[in-house]
Every structure is written in structure tokens, then in C-alpha cells.
């Protein structure tokens, strides 16, 4: 069964459990945000991943890192094959509005996170960035179409925060 995601939403996942994300019109995409539920400091890292990986987009069986350098999630699955992005945070919402609409998210439901300032930064779902021959980054839209999916697994307990780049676009299933 599978819910689709019209609004910012907040997911518990436990260590093991697989998330999928799925496309329902093209061109969907969303910010991702996480963080351990035993330390909402341990929190999803682009950067250590990005260290780790030594690329920008990870691919099916990947692991990404906290800001512990711990695995965190382990990308399952992707179709298209390179459908995150580590780069440009920004890309479908600005950092600090959507740190305040998550954050109180979070607050409404009795969810421990972090603050407004210690906010992570995100990760983006069905988007590429591109860099120019003369080193600028360039971010486009995967155009996705309906039907593709980035499953993840959890490696810890945790929060998955998602907030969509569209109404109706992207559904997710436990």
C-alpha cells in the first residue's frame, strides 16, 4: 500500500526497514532529510557521504552517511540509476523554510528533531546537478517519469522528513 505525499510529511522507520519512494507524474522530486531517533544530532550527511562515495550521486547498494560518519541508509534501489543528488540543497525548497515547516511538523507530533538552526542539510530525490566546463553547478530536473523509485534502508532508527517538490507527485510505501 502505498500513500502519496501532498504535503511535508514525517516517517519513523526502524533499523532494517526499507522506504520506497515512488514517481506519480513526471518531473516529481523532493527534499530529503534524517536523523537518528536516539540522537536527532546524528542527522543524514551529504557531505560525509559525499566523502565517503567520492561522487554525487550515489547508486543502488550505496551507503550514505551520518554526521557521525556511521552508515545511515543504505540506497536499495534507484530507477533511474543515479536519482539522488548530493549537491545544491537547496533545489527544491530554500533551508531555513524548510527547516521551520519541518521543525513544526515535528513539534505537532511529539517528535524529538533538531533545532531551527541545527537544521541538516538535505538531500535531493529526482534531481541531477551538472558541472560546467567551468566548474559551476547546474541543477536539472530528472524528469523522472511515473513509475521510477528510490527504495532506501534504514541502518538505524530514525526520522525520514520528505518535503515535495509538487503536490501528488511521489508516493511512499513501508
Known amino acids: 500500500m502505498s500513500t502519496v505525499i501532498n504535503k511535508p510529511v514525517l516517517l ?32 543524514l550527511s551529504d557531505a560525509y557521504t559525499f566523502m565517503e562515495l567520492r561522487k554525487v550521486s550515489p547508486e543502488a ?42 521543525w513544526d511538523i515535528a513539534r505537532d507530533q511529539g517528535i524529538v528533531s533538531p533545532s531551527v538552526k541545527d537544521w541538516p542539510y538535505a538531500i535531493n530525490l529526482f534531481v541531477s546537478t551538472r558541472v560546467t566546463q567551468s566548474g559551476d553547478l547546474v541543477d536539472e530536473a530528472l524528469v523522472a ?8 534502508a534504514a541502518r538505524v532508527d530514525m526520522i525520514l522528513a520528505l518535503l515535495p517538490a509538487r503536490d501528488g507527485s511521489l508516493s511512499f510505501a513501508p
Open 12 to 43: 519513523k522507520a526502524t533499523a532494517g526497514e526499507q522506504v520506497t519512494l515512488e514517481v506519480k507524474s513526471a518531473g516529481a522530486g523532493a527534499a530529503l532529510f534524517a536523523w537518528a531517533t536516539a540522537d536527532c544530532y546524528e542527522q
Open 145 to 152: 517519469p511515473a513509475g521510477s523509485q528510490i527504495r532506501l
Open 61 to 102: 547498494g550505496d551507503v550514505l552517511y551520518s554526521t557521525l560518519r556511521r552508515p545511515f541508509l543504505t540506497l536499495a534501489a534507484s530507477s533511474p540509476p543515479r536519482a539522488i543528488d548530493l549537491l545544491l540543497h537547496d533545489r527544491w525548497h530554500e533551508r531555513p523554510k524548510s527547516a521551520s515547516i519541518l
